[in-house]
């Protein structure tokens, strides 16, 4: 218990400098992935609310969703701009990718069909 405690305040005491780009990729492409946060798996699964707070804090108002694809790979993003399940099947094919050719994945955003 203490180690989510702990987790949940790091979120809550985390600089603004730190989510600005996730906030702009956000207000620009309406998702972003993991790998471009400063959080990870535990974080998604431990302090979604903290972090929709710190995102708010930093100018990002909009609704926020989350979809994690195996525990492997997940993405924040605008449920207003994206369906969750194409968020999902690109997820999968993100991780197939990397599988098969580790660090060399060249799948873009893009090839999600977006909601608007």
């Excluded at 471009?36 to 535990?42: A, G, K």
């Excluded at 997940?74 to 701009?81: K, S």
Aim: charged share 25%; with cysteine; hydrophobic share 40%.
């Amino acid at each position: 218990m203490l180690d989510v405690l702990q987790l949940k305040h790091s979120v809550n005491r985390m600089p603004l400098e730190k989510v600005r780009a996730t906030v702009a990729e956000l207000h620009l492409e309406g998702i972003v992935t993991e790998g471009r946060t400063p959080f990870t798996r535990v974080h998604f699964n431990t302090c979604f609310a903290e972090i929709e707070a710190l995102l708010q804090r930093a100018g990002y108002h909009r609704q926020l969703d989350v979809v994690g694809y195996q525990g492997l790979a997940y993405a924040m993003f605008d449920p207003a701009r994206w369906e969750a399940v194409d968020v999902l099947k690109w997820l999968k094919e993100f991780v197939e990718e990397t599988q098969v050719q580790p660090g060399l994945c060249t799948r873009r955003l893009e090839s999600c069909r977006r909601v608007v």
